[in-house]
């Protein structure tokens, strides 16, 4: 059974850039999370997606965004990059959010210089 | 909002002890999950307790919790060098489809 599967793995933008990150959750599974991980801040939640639908978001920017596609499929942007920005971003996956368990991707790695 | 504490942050122990790991969370939750992190690397699931007085026990690691306390522990028996890594609890708040995570325990297993 394939696992969460995020696109590209490492990734070095410029102050200002945007960028955006893809995540395909398990098969079946229709809850999508995301999450950035510094040393600083740890691990916040970004956003959770649900057929689609967003159903939470975390205390970010709104140059943080996400969306969902029919596919289960999942993207997130961050326009206007800055140099706190610059972290891991990693994708959860769930059945039926919060009714089982959350399988993590391998993550993005972001640099922003 | 819910807050989730670990202790302690740091752990450095010697091959064939035992430890535990606690994680303490604000309000009322009866889901919680522990995750395991090599350096550079994503989370590894160990552990989802679904309900009070949840116990589960893989190799060395045992977890439990107790939702009246709110409190969480992550038992080390016999710790080995492969068991160096951060560990992470995080309790997910009810309906708000988030996990909110404790800050980490860093353990190092000396021989």
């Known amino acids: 059974k394939a696992g969460v599967t995020q696109t590209p793995r490492y990734l070095i933008k410029t102050r200002g850039q945007q960028v955006t990150l893809s995540c395909s959750p398990i098969?079946?599974?229709?809850?999508v999370s995301w999450y950035q991980q510094t040393p600083g801040q740890g691990l916040q939640f970004l956003f959770e997606y649900f057929s689609e639908t967003q159903r939470n978001k975390g205390n970010f920017p709104g140059r943080f965004s996400g969306r969902q596609f029919s596919n289960s499929r999942s993207e997130m942007n961050v326009s206007t990059l800055e140099l706190g920005d610059s972290a891991l971003y990693l994708c959860a996956s769930s059945f039926e959010g919060n009714l089982g368990g959350y399988t993590f991707g391998s993550g993005t790695r972001l640099t922003v210089v | 909002e819910l807050k989730v504490e670990q202790n302690p942050l740091f752990l450095s122990m010697q091959e064939g002890k035992n430890y535990t790991i606690y994680c303490n969370y604000s309000?009322?939750?009866?889901?919680l999950y522990w995750y395991r992190q090599d350096p550079g690397k994503s989370l590894e699931s160990l552990f989802v307790?679904?309900?009070?007085?949840a116990v589960k026990q893989e190799g060395r690691l045992m977890a439990s919790l107790d939702t009246k306390a709110r409190l969480s522990t992550l038992h080390i028996t016999a710790a080995v060098h492969d068991l160096s890594a951060t560990y992470f609890c995080?309790?997910?708040?009810?309906?708000?489809?988030?996990?909110?995570f404790g800050k980490g325990t860093l353990l190092t297993v000396n021989p």
């Open positions: 309000t009322t939750s009866d889901r």
């Open positions: 995080a309790v997910d708040g009810g309906s708000n489809y988030k996990l909110t």
């Open positions: 098969s079946g599974h229709r809850s």
């Open positions: 307790l679904l309900s009070n007085g």
